[in-house]
């Protein structure tokens, strides 16, 4: 499972913020978080659209890496796919992933590209919308954002 979220020109030089935690899950639901990271954007963004694509796109690349890596070491090769869920509290970005409308930003376009193509290999198993409330990365990219439903996870071992 992976978190991405982000936050719009929060730094300076209208510099973006961008923040993941993924975390392995098992049959039992149990969770693990396996790795977490804030950085900045690599590039001026427009929107918070564009960010949170962005910020998604991050999460997306280490989480499939990473589950490449584990299906190596675990079953031997890359044969058998661990799946991603990924989830944001993005609705814009949500609804662009299962919509055949293109985004008006000609730039944005190619990121979301790479996610809907990740969803139709089955790369990606789905995203998932879910409130900011439940956005465990939120304490990642914004000053003074709660960072009670990350930590609660982290005790427990349960993403509940």
Not at 57 to 77: C, H, K, Q, R
Not at 105 to 115: A, Q, S, T, V
Not at 150 to 159: Q, S, V
């Amino acid at each position: 499972m992976c978190y991405g979220d982000a936050s719009l020109a929060n730094l300076m030089m209208a510099k973006s913020t961008c923040g993941l935690v993924l975390f392995v899950v098992s049959a039992n639901s149990t969770c693990c978080p396996i790795l977490w990271k804030s950085n900045t954007i690599k590039r001026v963004v427009r929107s918070t659209s564009a960010a949170e694509t962005n910020a998604m796109v991050e999460a997306l690349d280490s989480s499939y890496f990473i589950a490449v890596m584990l299906s190596e070491m675990l079953n031997g090769g890359p044969s058998m796919r661990i799946p991603i869920v990924a989830y944001t509290d993005s609705e814009s970005l949500y609804k662009n992933c299962y919509s055949t409308n293109m985004c008006d930003e000609k730039r944005l376009r190619i990121e979301m590209g790479i996610i809907k193509e990740m969803l139709v290999k089955g790369e990606l198993l789905k995203l998932v919308w879910v409130p900011k409330s439940e956005m465990l990365a939120d304490c990642l990219t914004k000053h003074g954002a709660s960072s009670m439903s990350l930590a609660r996870a982290l005790e427990n071992g349960y993403l509940a």
